[in-house]
């Protein structure tokens, strides 16, 4: 009987031991969890853009604009005086400070440009706006949409930063930024309802981007190699200038969803459209 007993015990050991033994990269591994893409609505109530606070009412100066002053014989004190009111949007990094220095540029209005620079871009905000345009009445609560994944995917060097919203989880939901934005035509009655979602994101790596936007049923995309080839029609690309440093770090993304006229519990995607602010 003892034998029965340690022979049944040892049996309902091994699975826990095989597992514990199984190396931790062969485990299946769920990348939203572990932040490869990330859950918009996860963002309900983030920060909204504020604008930065400027020294001067012009424009921060860029390197051209130090070259420039430099080689027209302005003093150095003037230079200076500048880049101190104004700041300066610009690469200080040691490579850029040495070209100044190639191009003539005094030693202390290098200095200054090194300490008046603005920050490196390491991140932006991001805001994204769903709207829902319906019919009105009890049909306009569907949380039904044919493509019920919304995606957007911003590329990073060798990875890619993907968003993600479910769209039934959003439509089902109640949010902190929810709100009606056109009930003003009584004879035909156009509810738009707009839910934002906002944070910031991180990007490190600079200039020209193509971020990535389009619906889809699946809702594991991670890369922009995943997005089924049904769907690749349907991509909307915008491209945009990412640059190294910038007064302001604000996208936005904003979407328009339709209901369906003879399906009324159907959603359509109508247009989006993103955009960004640096200046």
Known sequence: MYVKLWIAALALALPAAAQQSTPAADRATDPLAEGAIINIVDWDGGQLPKRYYERSDQLPMSLDDVRKLSANKFSTGAIIKMLEERRCVCDASVDALVELKGAGVAEQV??????????????????????????????????????????????DGDKERVFIGNLQAILAGRWQRDALIDNTDLLLPK????????????????????????????????TSADIPEADRAGVQEFEFDYPASSLERQCSLQVLYRQDAMLANRWHLVRTHFQCEWD
């Not at 603005?118 to 319906?134: A, C, H, K, V």
């Open 110 to 155: 290098i200095k200054a440009v090194s300490l008046h620079a603005l920050p490196p871009n390491r991140s932006f905000g991001l805001t994204i706006s769903l709207d829902f345009e319906g019919l009105g009445g009890k049909a306009a609560v569907s949380t039904q949409a044919r493509k019920g994944y919304l995606y957007l995917l911003v590329p």
């Open 191 to 222: 509810k738009v309802r707009r839910v934002t979602f906002a944070s910031e994101v991180p990007l490190k790596t600079y200039g020209r981007k193509k971020a990535l936007v389009f619906t889809s049923t699946k809702p594991d995309i991670y």
